[in-house]
């Protein structure tokens, strides 16, 4: 007798069970989805920058990340089916990038702590002979950029007029809370993990102090504590920032442009 396939559609993932290959797609889902996210919340910006150099900016880290995103999900199946089929418990990216862009501070500070661990990542990942090196060495060169962009808006806004200052110092104390999840192990992905969260404390560490700012000291993680963003459970505005991104796609299924 045949059990029938009760799954609901749009919540499955690829199957990550079998060895190595299973890892591998685990973890280019978590990775993959992590630039995916963080390319659209980006690409809000466009039409909207505070001024035309920006606007340019934003946009070719969007269209980098997007890059990243495509290699990555094609590791593990479709890479359209995966962007826009799936429902949200099946995302496995971190908290941290799904939240909404708010102000410009907000964004960049979002920026300085993702592309600072997205480059201490890559940057180890690159030095090893695993299924991303590849890709990592690419792209660490990219995420380089990401992160000294971060970097010197958060020294011009942290150290700029009181009001600007006070922008950055919220929105780095807002995120603060979603920064501890990046540091969770992902299966298939195999580095220091401890030894990185180190490395990423230290660098934003001196970056904040040098934009004359307090590193946050409330928790890093509360917002990860009941399973979070890698075990598909998401923040609020993650859902509608969803139905944005694949309303165009589901709208005209299999349709030829």
């Not at 269209?63 to 089916?81: F, I, K, P, W, Y």
């Not at 990046?182 to 969260?197: I, L, R, S």
Request: net charge negative; aromatic share 8%.
């Amino acid at each position: 007798m045949t059990t029938p396939d009760t799954t609901t559609p749009g919540t499955e993932t690829p199957d990550t069970t079998t060895e190595p290959a299973g890892r591998t797609t685990a973890a280019a889902l978590a990775l993959g989805d992590d630039a995916l996210v963080l390319s659209h919340r980006l690409g809000e910006w466009a039409g909207h920058a505070p001024v035309l150099e920006e606007e340019v900016a934003l946009a070719n880290i969007a269209l980098d990340l997007l890059g990243q995103a495509r290699v990555l999900l094609s590791m593990a199946g479709d890479e359209d089916e995966l962007a826009y089929l799936r429902e949200e418990r099946a995302f496995r990216n971190v908290q941290l990038v799904e939240q909404p862009n708010g102000d410009f501070a907000h964004t960049i500070a979002r920026q300085l702590y993702f592309s600072t661990y997205q480059h201490l990542l890559y940057d180890r990942l690159a030095a090893g002979d695993g299924p991303f090196a590849g890709l990592a060495a690419k792209a660490v060169k990219e995420v380089a950029y990401h992160r000294d962009h971060a970097e010197q808006w958060t020294l011009r806004l942290g150290d700029g007029t009181d009001t600007s200052r006070e922008r950055m110092r919220r929105a780095c104390e807002t995120l603060w809370r979603f920064t501890g999840e990046m540091f969770q192990p992902v299966d298939g992905v195999d580095t220091d993990w401890a030894g990185m969260e180190a490395a990423w404390l230290e660098s934003v560490g001196e970056v904040l102090r040098r934009a004359t700012l307090s590193v946050p000291e409330g928790p890093r993680t509360g917002a990860w504590s009941a399973g979070a963003g890698r075990q598909g459970l998401h923040t609020e505005p993650f859902g509608r920032m969803l139905a944005e991104m694949q309303h165009l796609h589901r709208s005209h299924p299999g349709a030829s442009w």
